[in-house]
T-cell receptor, first 114, second 113 residues
Framework: DAMVIQNPRYQVTQFGKPVTLSCSQTLNHNVMYWYQQKSSQAPKLLFHYYDKDFNNEADTPDNFQSRRPNTSFCFLDIRSPGLGDAAMYLC?????????????FGPGTRLTVL | AQSVTQLGSHVSVSEGALVLLRCNYSSSVPPYLFWYVQYPNQGLQLLLK??????LVKGINGFEAEFKKSETSFHLTKPSAHMSDAAEYFC???????????FGKGTRLHILP
């Protein structure tokens, strides 16, 4: 089945130790998103790629970076994780048609920072 | 600017009872509206979406929502709650210019036996 896959599902890292989260999709969608979701809160958009064009949200900390080497894969790099970065990280994709475009979410990666 | 307000951060209903989760939107242009469900430690799953084709939208798992322009509402309903419906539900609106989706704060649905 076509889907959005995130690896790993659970990630533990140490304070200040760089970590990379992975997302892949078999939907061949143009747009890929990264969201941060803290407990009992709505997902917060960090950034998204429209094809190779990177779009950063204004309030996304510099500590968060992203790479999209090809259509299928997108990575979230946290350069120096702090305790406040512990959260669920959600990847999503959409065709990029705008308007009625639906976002399809992966299962998420829960990040713990020790 | 578009926004979404979900009334009630927690809703409890008895198994077999009607489920009603409220969502009101604010939009300067015709909105496209969504309901997503999130089970514990899972991503968001699309329940249904409104794209102006029909005001009553049927989704998965027996859920439906009605778009009411006069009330700026898009409430989610299910006639008979099941224990498996216990989850977090997010209402969302999309801005058709830049593909950004705006989520409400979510409503956690509790099902009482």
């Amino acid at each position: 089945d076509a889907m959005v896959i995130q690896n790993p599902r659970y990630q533990v890292t140490q304070f200040g130790k760089p970590v990379t989260l992975s997302c892949s999709q078999t939907l061949n969608h143009n747009v890929m998103y990264w969201y941060q979701q803290k407990s009992s809160q709505a997902p917060k958009l960090l950034f998204h790629y429209y094809d190779k064009d990177f779009n950063n949200e204004a309030d996304t900390p510099d500590n968060f970076q992203s790479r999209r080497p090809n259509t299928s894969f997108c990575f979230l790099d946290i350069r120096s994780p702090g305790l406040g970065d512990a959260a669920m990280y959600l990847c999503a994709t959409s065709r990029g048609d705008g308007g009625t475009d639906t976002q399809y979410f992966g299962p998420g990666t829960r990040l713990t920072v020790l | 600017a578009q926004s979404v307000t979900q009334l009630g951060s927690h809703v409890s209903v008895s198994e077999g009872a009607l489920v009603l989760l409220r969502c009101n939107y604010s939009s300067s242009v015709p909105p496209y509206l969504f309901w997503y469900v999130q089970y514990p430690n899972q991503g968001l799953q699309l329940l249904l979406k409104y794209t102006s084709a029909a005001t009553l939208v049927k989704g998965i798992n027996g859920f439906e929502a009605e778009f009411k322009k006069s009330e700026t509402s898009f409430h989610l309903t299910k006639p008979s709650a099941h224990m498996s419906d216990a989850a977090e539900y997010f209402c969302a609106v999309i801005t058709n210019r830049d593909d950004k989706i705006i989520f409400g704060k979510g409503t956690r649905l509790h099902i009482l036996p």
